[in-house]
């Protein structure tokens, strides 16, 4: 089994900065995209940016140019810088992994359980 624990989460005032981190463990022979997702209360789960195997990043409107993700490959693990945190950006923070396990040609997605981000208004 693959497991994805993140840390790094916390309360935070409006323009603070905050690093999240996501490691993986479990047998995993590769790792494509990894990606930091965010959900609000009574809000759907949205994408905040993630980073391709070959270091492409991609990044929400709302969050550019505050946000920078990062990855580490060897370690398997992401981080997601976090500057100039607003109110909105509130929420729980999901990472999530395309993982390719031994034995198998398919890959699967697997995610966090989530750490909380809270930027009071």
């Known amino acids: 089994q693959v497991q994805l624990v993140e840390s790094g989460g916390g309360l935070v005032q409006p323009g603070g900065s905050l690093r999240l981190s996501c490691a993986a463990s479990?047998?995993?022979?590769?790792?494509?995209?990894m990606g930091w997702y965010r959900q609000a209360p009574g809000k759907q789960r949205e994408l905040v940016a993630d980073?391709?195997?070959?270091?492409?990043?991609n990044y929400a409107d709302a969050v550019k140019g505050r946000f920078t993700i990062s990855r580490d490959t060897a370690k398997n693990m992401v981080y997601l810088q976090m500057n100039r945190l607003k109110p909105e950006d509130t929420a729980v923070y999901y990472c999530?992994?395309?993982?390719?396990?031994?034995?198998?040609?398919?890959?699967?997605?697997?995610w966090g359980q989530g750490t909380q981000v809270t930027v009071p208004s």
């Open positions: 479990g047998t995993i022979v590769s790792i494509g995209t």
């Open positions: 999530n992994f395309n993982v390719r396990r031994p034995y198998s040609t398919q890959r699967a997605d697997y």
């Open positions: 980073i391709t195997s070959g270091g492409t990043t």
